[in-house]
């Protein structure tokens, strides 16, 4: 043991590349992609270290360009279920009494790996495998992991230096210690931050964990458990098994050892996930901690104050970049009557520019989604919007999946503020639009946070600060993650925590030690320096 108080250092949020002509930054990114775009990768479950091959295999492909196969995954069955947990289970007593600081080594050393060495590798491979522009791949894959191994290890020195109040007579302290089990981290397909910052959150605190990625990221996700393997992270610590969530989950989820779930998905999904732990709940040896994001169906609310040409920026970027395949998408927008006719122009004017196409192309602004599930069901609500007499296309509607699964960013009109599309998530670049009087402002507003039964995000535009402070109060709870005069997009690792509420999740913003603070139990020791030697108390003595 080393008889020194360590500590982390300070972090700061890892620069963004923009891959600017000439840039070396834009060559290696180039070189990168044509590396991984020549050949195919067989991907292993990782099981206490070791590859596991299965021979139920899936493929990976990019949404683009869907013919062209990227790699195969071998797909976990029972048999690898239970053996990733044993791993964990047998993992967990040794990791969690490493040094605290030791477990942030090897997250620091991934840290940095991933910013310097393996920066244009993990990029690529999220560019490829789910279809993201340079500039989203660097905000994700690069920067946002980066930040979030660096700000959590920084986090966790913090929680762990929060003590009680001790006296003369007592030492008083408390240890933070690992949940007593295995935590189940499943991550989707639309973030590879999301993908390595879900199991590695909880392993930092000293737990063990069991992780499915998306069958449908399941590429990039690879790339980042061997990042954490290059780094130090033991064997059991955190073991990779995709595979289908039937298989994976049922099993999982009844096993009396869980500890934890740390998800990102569908509400529906977690909603089941919930109940199977409910309708488990006394079989666990501790409660689960269920930690959860979900879904969104977020919103842009302007007043004719607002600056009209930041207002449609932000609706462009925030309703399509990515192909609005972000929980925290603009997907619903609510206009005043007076600047409409502007705001239309304007805004229809800059989606016709937007470039569909392939993203190895650095000029094409939306890629593809991310696979023919997704594009069945995101078509359905263009169609749907198609044939409505309460909706009007203003640009777009138009999809093809021949080659990759493309679907034109989509504007829609409505005349009914319960429409289906107001309500619902997509998931999708289509964004519906409702104007509404001036003179109903406060209506408008009410509306707005009772129509949808997501919390996520949402943003407002205006230039009057008395307007700013009115509607920030009546959409208090709206959303978890609120914009004034920006998109609802983009939150950044220390700046904006990230969360949200109703069936948007259980809120424990992700990006601060909120949600750290989940994977910990707590321990309240109490010492006595001079403890008592007789039973009787003062008040027992008569004069």
Known sequence: MSNAIFQMPRPENEPVFNYAPGSPEKAKLKAALEELKGKEVEIPLIINGQEVKTGRLGDCVMPHNHRHRLGQFHQAGPEEVQAAIEAALRARQEWAALPWEERAGVFLKAAEILAHDKRYLLNAATMLGLSKTPYQAEIDAACELTDFWRFNTYYMEEIYRQQPRSTPLSWNRVEHRGLEGFIFAVTPFNFTSIAGNLPTAPAMMGNTVVWKPASSAVYPAYFVMKILEEAGLPPGVINFIPGPGSTVGDLVLKHPDLAGIHFTGSTATFQNMWKTVGANIHTYRTYPRLVGETGGKDFVFAHSSADIEALVVALVRGAFEFQGQKCSAASRAYIPESIWPEVKERLVAMTKELKVGDVSDFTTFMGAVIDKAAFDNIVSYIEYAKNSPEATILVGGSYDDNTGYFIDPTIVQTT???????????????????????????????????????GLTGAIFARDRRVIVKMSRALYEAAGNFYVNDKPTGAVVSQQPFGGARASGTNDKAGSMLNLLRWV?????????????CYRYPHMDEA
Not at 442 to 454: F, G, H, R
Not at 523 to 529: D, G, M, S, T
């Open 416 to 454: 009914n503020p319960k429409f289906k599309l107001m309500e619902e998530e997509i998931f999708g670049p289509v964004l519906t639009v409702y104007v509404y009087p001036d003179d109903e402002l406060d209506e408008t507003l009410e509306l707005c946070n009772t129509t949808s039964p997501y």
């Open 521 to 533: 139990s707590q321990r309240a020791i109490k010492e006595n320096l001079l403890p008592p030697r």
